[in-house]
């Protein structure tokens, strides 16, 4: 796999016209937004932020995305949740900025890049690769997260409410997508 290259690349087949390639990747772009969306209502509340598979779709559009339209995918998810589609966990619009998750939001967009450009140098392309490339996505999603919460909870209790609950499903959804994806790169490649 060529060093810019992501998964995506490998699982479509090359699309020499530059207009259908830009319908494709615009496509791409607004169905992972919606998958973010749809990630979004399979929840479990718990107090001020639910857990949701969320994540699992963000660190999904980077890896398979790359940087910018993993990037430009989560930022159509929280522009059109802001612009009033009630597509985030608890609906949508601006007020959405005063909402103790909004860190988080932030925190899909930087991850959705920092994984793609993992993913673009080649950080995908085994199990062991993927999962720490996710890891280091989720990490990327809890600081700008936590540091939001902390503006309606206090910096006492933020890893009891913000982080403690969501460990484990965060694991399960990386360790599930390391293994989906280098599969799916394996199987494309056999194909080819």
């Known amino acids: 796999m ?9 699982i479509l087949p090359r ?3 530059k207009t259908k390639a830009i319908i494709r990747d615009i496509a791409l772009v607004l169905g992972f937004a919606v998958l973010t969306a749809i990630c979004s209502k399979l929840k479990i509340e718990i107090g001020p932020v639910p857990i949701t598979m ?3 779709a963000v660190l999904i559009s980077g890896i398979l995305l790359g940087s910018k339209k993993g990037a ?3 930022l159509t998810y929280l522009l059109g949740g ?3 589609i009630p597509w985030f966990s608890r609906g949508g619009g601006l007020i959405y900025v005063l ?5 988080y939001m932030l925190g899909f967009v930087l991850a959705a890049y920092f994984v793609g450009y993992l993913a673009e140098r080649g950080w995908a392309k085994d199990i062991k690769t993927a999962i720490l490339t996710m890891f280091i996505g989720s990490v990327i999603i809890y600081i700008p997260g936590l540091l939001y919460l902390a503006k309606f909870i206090g910096l006492k209790s933020i890893l009891i409410i913000g ?14 997508a390391g293994f989906l994806l280098p599969l799916i790169l394996k199987n494309n490649y056999v194909q080819r």
């Open 2 to 10: 060529p060093t810019d290259s992501v998964l995506i690349d490998v």
């Open 15 to 17: 699309i020499d016209s």
């Open 54 to 56: 969320q994540t699992f």
């Open 72 to 74: 430009t995918s989560q």
């Open 82 to 84: 802001l612009a009033g």
């Open 99 to 103: 909402s103790p998750t909004f860190g």
């Open 163 to 176: 982080f403690y609950p969501f460990i484990f499903g965060d694991i399960l959804k990386i360790v599930l």
